[in-house]
């Protein structure tokens, strides 16, 4: 019998020739667009380069790495969201008729800044995700930090200042590692959000976003929606949260969750908070008794587990 063969290398592609104006946006839109393992080389100091369109990902390409080894950083200048997947989207192209459960692509971004990304106006599956949005194949997220991004400020549905997320392979978590969060604005989750899926989040922190809807979900009569999630939100049926050594301060919800807003719809949801500090995270509206900062309904009372703290 022949031996299996070894698994292709992704493909390697470099954006920029070892200075700043090297490191241009349609650099980075064609490097995404092509895939595989992208890595920067704009010379030794810190450089932040402004996107002047979306950078898309391609469904038929099963892996791309951002790669910016912290010292890059892109930026929607406050005008458009930065990255986008989504196996849904034909104009992606569409690779298969499960888009909604599909292993590829997977995504990774590490080492890498996202600031002022801004998805207010995007209509495209509910909106959101002012640096990156992402319906399908699976999501990573390793030491990187993302300060300033914004999404819709009021509405029922819309949320994710920063990164949303929609459907994961097989219902596997998006993984956040040794990453932060700052600055975030949206209707709901002034950092992260999604439908439906899980997340484990170990080492990161969450500080001063903010949930900036007014009338919860749905919309409270006479109001324009939202305002839940200060920092994450979650929502959906069957899905999880866990939070390990991870801080989430300071963050604000004008409605339910200042730190999190958790609502599993049938209750099968569950939250586990490990070695984790959740502090300075008023709900402004409503939260669940005992557990200041937060709003949860699912399975059972969430773990709070490893020495975590949660405080007013």
């Not at 390697?12 to 200075?19: K, M, P």
């Not at 699976?138 to 997320?165: H, K, M, Q, W, Y």
């Not at 719809?265 to 300075?280: E, K, W, Y």
């Amino acid at each position: 019998m022949l031996p299996a063969a070894a698994p292709a290398a992704p493909a390697r592609q470099v954006v920029g020739t070892g200075t700043p104006a090297s490191c241009t946006s349609e650099a980075v839109v064609r490097a995404v667009a092509g895939g595989g393992l992208v890595t920067f080389d704009c010379g030794p100091d810190p450089v932040t380069i402004v996107m002047r369109r979306t950078a898309r990902v391609v469904n038929t390409n099963p892996l791309l790495v951002l790669d910016g080894g912290g010292r890059v950083t892109l930026s929607g200048g406050g005008r458009r969201r930065i990255l986008y997947q989504n196996t849904c989207d034909r104009a992606q192209v569409w690779t298969t008729p499960r888009c909604d459960d599909q292993a590829t692509p997977r995504l990774v971004v590490r080492g890498m800044g996202f600031t002022a990304g801004d998805a207010t106006g995007e209509r495209v599956d509910g909106g959101g995700g002012g640096a990156i949005f992402v319906r399908g194949g699976r999501l990573s997220i390793v030491r990187s930090e993302f300060t300033g991004n914004r999404c819709d400020r009021t509405g029922p549905d819309v949320a994710g200042a920063a990164v949303r997320v929609l459907d994961q392979h097989r219902d596997r978590p998006v993984t956040v590692s040794g990453s932060t969060f700052t600055g975030g604005r949206c209707a709901n989750g002034g950092a992260v959000a999604s439908i439906g899926v899980s997340w484990r989040i170990t080492g990161s922190t969450f500080r001063d976003n903010r949930a900036t809807g007014r009338g919860a979900n749905p919309a409270r009569p006479g109001t324009p929606g939202g305002g839940n999630g200060g920092a994450v939100y979650l929502d959906g049926n069957r899905m999880s949260l866990t939070l390990r050594r991870t801080v989430i301060e300071e963050n604000v919800a004008n409605e339910g969750g200042g730190a999190v807003f958790f609502v599993s719809n049938d209750r099968t949801g569950t939250m586990t908070v490990s070695g984790s500090r959740l502090a300075g995270n008023p709900s402004r509206g409503f939260e669940t008794a005992g557990l200041p900062g937060v709003f949860f309904l699912g399975a059972r009372p969430p773990r709070i587990a490893g020495g975590s703290r949660l405080l007013p």
